[in-house]
């Protein structure tokens, strides 16, 4: 079946703007994780959703950074005015219901001019 | 809060070596213990993991880890690698109750297999 889908897999943009990046998770699976990966280190938690509702949002770096889920499918990470030191491969994953294994998409490499 | 340490950024070995890539955890609560690995370009896929139970566990790729309670790590072992293996491996753990599982990752180690 098809697995987790990020959209864009590349996206470059200038310092100030906004940008949206899309994930796509596995069908039937109520949890969402985004992840932030910087170069040459581990993936870092950003935000968890459990069904439409972010059940903890702890690991947004500042309030640049929103997400949302509206129908507890598909999910959009917001960032706006843009940094540089946002640059990063932002990852998506889900898992089922109280599921232990999370199913990470290809990610979304996001640069910032 | 749990974090993560792998103690070798950069692994080179010869084809058909073994291989131990070490990893190192700190949780105050009880944890899920995960190794995954990253092709270049690629997502992060499964490799293994621990929940409960034997604490050798068996993953694909003929790899397998042995959670040690006591000394809070959770090695990752392959006796005879291959080109293929080259990647980068990350071991991750998550808190073991509640409905938040976030990963919490090392920062990686990189398997360079030579010919």
């Known amino acids: 079946g098809a697995g987790v889908s990020q959209t864009p897999s590349n996206k470059v943009t200038e310092k100030g703007k906004y940008v949206e990046l899309r994930c796509d998770p596995i069908?039937?699976?109520?949890?969402l994780y985004w992840y932030r990966q910087s170069l040459g280190q581990g993936p870092e938690f950003l935000i968890y959703?459990?069904?439409?509702?972010?059940?903890?949002d702890s690991g947004l770096p500042n309030d640049r950074f929103f997400a949302v889920r509206p129908e507890g499918s598909v999910s959009t990470l917001k960032i706006q005015r843009t940094e540089r030191g946002d640059s990063a491969v932002y990852l998506c994953a889900s898992s089922s219901d109280r599921g232990n294994e999370q199913f990470f998409g290809p990610g979304t490499r996001l640069t910032v001019l | 809060a749990q974090s993560v340490t792998q103690l070798d950024s950069q692994v080179p070995v010869f084809e058909e070596a073994p291989v131990e890539l070490r990893c190192n955890y700190s949780s105050s609560v009880s944890v899920y213990l995960f190794w995954y690995v990253q092709y270049p370009n690629q997502g992060l896929q499964l490799l293994l993991k621990y929940l409960s139970g034997s604490t050798l566990v068996k993953g694909i790729n003929g790899f397998e880890a042995e959670f040690n309670k006591s000394q809070t790590s959770f090695h990752l072992r392959k006796p005879s690698v291959h080109i293929s293996d080259t990647a980068e491996y990350f071991c991750?753990?998550?808190?073991?109750?509640?409905?938040?599982?976030?990963?919490?990752f090392g920062s990686g180690t990189q398997l360079t297999v030579l010919p």
């Open positions: 069908s039937g699976h109520t949890a």
């Open positions: 991750a753990v998550s808190k073991s109750s509640g409905s938040a599982r976030q990963l919490t």
């Open positions: 959703f459990q069904g439409t509702g972010a059940a903890d």
